[in-house]
């Protein structure tokens, strides 16, 4: 496949930014979208927009079949069993405090272990912060490896028969680390407990099946796969979905409202309260048909190539520390210019048109034991080429040169 070409696919790739061609590396904080997401969202606006599940007009009709169906695709994109598995929030973050709240507060008591990472993202640590402090459980932390990997028989000690809940990310948002999610989920059934996995760096960028995986729960959000802002999905086992109490109340979601007491509708509708993101849900199967159309297994492939070779030249650069594992990896990379604040080399690299992130990512925790305050990270997708990385690294040279009384 000729990558160079998926380009033109996207419209703000023809955009200059400071005089330059923008160069855009920060599709781990939300990626572009394809013409043919952005016609799908349009299209739906201007022949099918109503409220579904409700109003049996034809536009009614017409925005239900489309929101079902999206959720079909969803169901068969991750390959659950049902339709029933899937449903739509507004992204990661909402899906994951669902769980929490939902499923794991009612549950959890004093003595119960919540098993978690230190590389999380606070969407993924936050929320089991505050299920710990209303259950009295206890957050437990499985150790790093110096590369910012988990070793399983790390895992086999941490995780015991205390233990209730794993969250755990399936790619860092930080070091690329690709954690063995099917193992953990093997350790962690053994004792009884359910795995919670954030999908919001993975399922884009690589085949995802959640019966491979055997995950109990499973979020990701659609702006980082090409789709829409403001549409997520949190996956979960029917048993485990059944268990789970809704955390949004109102209309859309209920059964029978009686003067003191209200029912609720099946799975997944009771989750779902309120006008759901229609056309959120319209964009984001628009968006699988596109990575479908492209291959997750090749889309993955190009991932490896373009990660390894940013990985390679930006550790061939003096005052250049990059972090996370050597190996195959998540789509980006993180590093540090000696000397140089993360915002500062952000902003330099702005002026010559690329767009990188910098921060702590979201991950106050995983920056303190990297030793860092902050880091820069560089991030693809299908849509770059080894010309963007090229480019990254003149831009970085010239920063180098700039901030090099700083560097010493």
């Given at each position: 496949m000729d990558f160079s070409l998926i380009r033109r696919d996207f419209p703000i790739l023809n955009e200059s930014?400071?005089?330059?061609?923008?160069?855009?590396?920060?599709s781990a904080a939300t990626s572009q979208k394809p013409r043919q997401v952005i016609d799908a969202i349009k299209a739906y606006y201007e022949s099918s927009n109503a409220n579904v599940h409700r109003g049996v007009h034809t536009l009614g009709s017409r925005a239900t079949e489309a929101y079902e169906a999206a959720r079909n695709n969803v169901a068969k994109f991750l390959n659950a069993k049902s339709d029933e598995q899937i449903v739509f929030t507004r992204?990661?973050?909402e899906s994951l405090n669902m769980v929490a709240h939902g499923y794991a507060r009612p549950?959890?008591?004093?003595?119960?272990?919540?098993?978690?990472?230190?590389m999380e993202h606070h969407s993924n640590l936050i929320p089991w912060q505050q299920v710990a402090k209303v259950t009295g459980a206890t957050l437990t932390y499985l150790p790093l490896q110096e590369d910012g990997t988990i070793d399983l028989c790390n895992v086999e000690k941490t995780i015991t028969a205390r233990t209730k809940i794993v969250?755990?990310?399936?790619v860092s948002n930080v070091l690329g680390t690709i954690n063995p999610i099917a193992d953990v989920a093997r350790i962690a059934h053994r004792h009884g407990a359910i795995l919670v996995v954030d999908g919001a760096q993975s399922v884009p960028h690589m085949p995802v099946d959640v019966q491979?995986?055997?995950c109990d729960f499973l979020a990701f959000s659609g702006h980082k796969m090409m789709g829409p802002t403001g549409i997520g999905v949190l996956y979960g086992k029917r048993a485990?979905?059944?268990?789970?109490?809704?955390?949004?109340?109102?209309g859309e979601m209920i059964e029978v409202v009686e003067l003191y007491e209200s029912t609720f509708k099946e799975v997944p509708y009771r989750f779902e309260g309120g006008t759901p993101i229609i056309a959120g849900a319209v964009g984001l199967s628009a968006a699988i048909d596109y990575l479908k159309e492209i291959g997750l297994s090749a889309i993955h492939e190009r991932d490896v190539a373009l990660t390894a070779y940013a990985y390679d030249r930006l550790r061939a650069m003096d005052e250049i520390e990059v972090y996370g594992p050597a190996g195959e990896r998540g789509a980006l990379v993180t590093f540090n210019l000696r000397g140089v604040h993360p915002h500062d080399l952000s902003t330099a690299l702005d002026a010559e048109g690329v767009a990188i992130r910098a921060g702590h990512h979201c991950a106050q925790p995983l920056m303190r034991w990297l030793k860092q305050s902050a880091t820069a990270r560089a991030s693809f997708y299908v849509y770059n080429t080894e010309r963007d990385i090229d480019t990254l690294i003149d831009a970085l040279t010239m920063a180098k040169e700039f901030f090099s009384h700083a560097i010493g």
């Amino acid at each position: 496949m000729d990558f160079s070409l998926i380009r033109r696919d996207f419209p703000i790739l023809n955009e200059s930014i400071n005089g330059k061609p923008l160069v855009y590396l920060d599709s781990a904080a939300t990626s572009q979208k394809p013409r043919q997401v952005i016609d799908a969202i349009k299209a739906y606006y201007e022949s099918s927009n109503a409220n579904v599940h409700r109003g049996v007009h034809t536009l009614g009709s017409r925005a239900t079949e489309a929101y079902e169906a999206a959720r079909n695709n969803v169901a068969k994109f991750l390959n659950a069993k049902s339709d029933e598995q899937i449903v739509f929030t507004r992204g990661t973050t909402e899906s994951l405090n669902m769980v929490a709240h939902g499923y794991a507060r009612p549950r959890l008591k004093p003595g119960d272990e919540i098993v978690i990472t230190p590389m999380e993202h606070h969407s993924n640590l936050i929320p089991w912060q505050q299920v710990a402090k209303v259950t009295g459980a206890t957050l437990t932390y499985l150790p790093l490896q110096e590369d910012g990997t988990i070793d399983l028989c790390n895992v086999e000690k941490t995780i015991t028969a205390r233990t209730k809940i794993v969250a755990m990310v399936h790619v860092s948002n930080v070091l690329g680390t690709i954690n063995p999610i099917a193992d953990v989920a093997r350790i962690a059934h053994r004792h009884g407990a359910i795995l919670v996995v954030d999908g919001a760096q993975s399922v884009p960028h690589m085949p995802v099946d959640v019966q491979a995986l055997d995950c109990d729960f499973l979020a990701f959000s659609g702006h980082k796969m090409m789709g829409p802002t403001g549409i997520g999905v949190l996956y979960g086992k029917r048993a485990v979905l059944e268990q789970m109490e809704p955390v949004h109340f109102g209309g859309e979601m209920i059964e029978v409202v009686e003067l003191y007491e209200s029912t609720f509708k099946e799975v997944p509708y009771r989750f779902e309260g309120g006008t759901p993101i229609i056309a959120g849900a319209v964009g984001l199967s628009a968006a699988i048909d596109y990575l479908k159309e492209i291959g997750l297994s090749a889309i993955h492939e190009r991932d490896v190539a373009l990660t390894a070779y940013a990985y390679d030249r930006l550790r061939a650069m003096d005052e250049i520390e990059v972090y996370g594992p050597a190996g195959e990896r998540g789509a980006l990379v993180t590093f540090n210019l000696r000397g140089v604040h993360p915002h500062d080399l952000s902003t330099a690299l702005d002026a010559e048109g690329v767009a990188i992130r910098a921060g702590h990512h979201c991950a106050q925790p995983l920056m303190r034991w990297l030793k860092q305050s902050a880091t820069a990270r560089a991030s693809f997708y299908v849509y770059n080429t080894e010309r963007d990385i090229d480019t990254l690294i003149d831009a970085l040279t010239m920063a180098k040169e700039f901030f090099s009384h700083a560097i010493g």
